[in-house]
T-cell receptor
């Protein structure tokens, strides 16, 4: 059971370049989300999805796009990278079935992105 | 609206000493509360969670936390620190559980001295 898989693990971009951070989960979870982690700021929610075809904005969505065409995949797109997007990005997934008390969010290993 | 406050950014303890990491929250509804641990260059791992019921929650690696509604707190403790506990710890809150938006605190780095 692979859990939540993020690729790539490391990436360096030039300002203005575009790229897609990949996130895949094999647990058939409905809920998926993207966070960015910056020193001294904890994790902040970028976008989330409650199922295929449904996405919504989190706390810091500007500069990022998402789509959810399948249950398994939730890619995060940077259309024109900026130095302010230098961060560590985490994808998470959890199930929306059953009792909320029994749910747990599973996190990927992260993608460390540097924009120069 | 919900928020989490973790005072201080760094805690240092001696091996074998008590670990106490503080977390205070604000939430307009009864909260779900979580503690996550992040080891260097790793993702986040759930330590424990409070949903309903017993206010003293036991987690993995000997950690526990107590939900105190009157103090809006969910402090994390461990009676005896081990070198392997050195990591960053995050408190998080959610209005409806882990399958919804989590709001994280800024995190606390725990160092353990030999």
């Amino acid at each position: 059971n692979a859990g939540v898989t993020q690729t790539p693990k490391f990436q360096v971009l030039k300002t203005g370049q575009s790229m897609t951070l990949q996130c895949a989960q094999d647990m058939n979870h409905e809920y998926m989300s993207w966070y960015r982690q910056d020193p001294g700021m904890g994790l902040r929610l970028i976008h989330y999805s409650v199922g295929a075809g449904i996405t919504d904005q989190g706390e810091v969505p500007n500069g990022y796009n998402v789509s959810r065409s399948t249950t398994e995949d939730f890619p995060l797109r940077l259309l024109s990278a900026a130095p302010s997007q230098t961060s560590v990005y985490f994808c998470a997934s959890s199930s929306t079935l059953g009792r909320a008390q029994n749910t747990e969010a599973f996190f990927g290993q992260g993608t460390r992105l540097t924009v120069v | 609206a919900q928020s989490v406050t973790q005072l201080g950014s760094h805690v240092s303890v001696s091996e074998g000493a008590l670990v106490l990491l503080r977390c205070n929250y604000s939430s307009s509804v009864p909260p779900y509360l979580f503690w996550y641990v992040q080891y260097p260059n790793q993702g986040l791992q759930l330590l424990l969670k409070y949903t309903t019921g017993a206010t003293l929650v036991k987690g993995i690696n000997g950690f526990e936390a107590e939900f105190k509604k009157s103090e809006t707190s969910f402090h994390l403790t461990k009676p005896s620190a081990h070198m392997s506990d050195a990591a960053e710890y995050f408190c998080a809150v959610s209005p409806t559980g882990a399958n919804s938006k989590l709001t994280f605190g800024k995190g606390i780095t725990l160092s353990v001295r030999p």
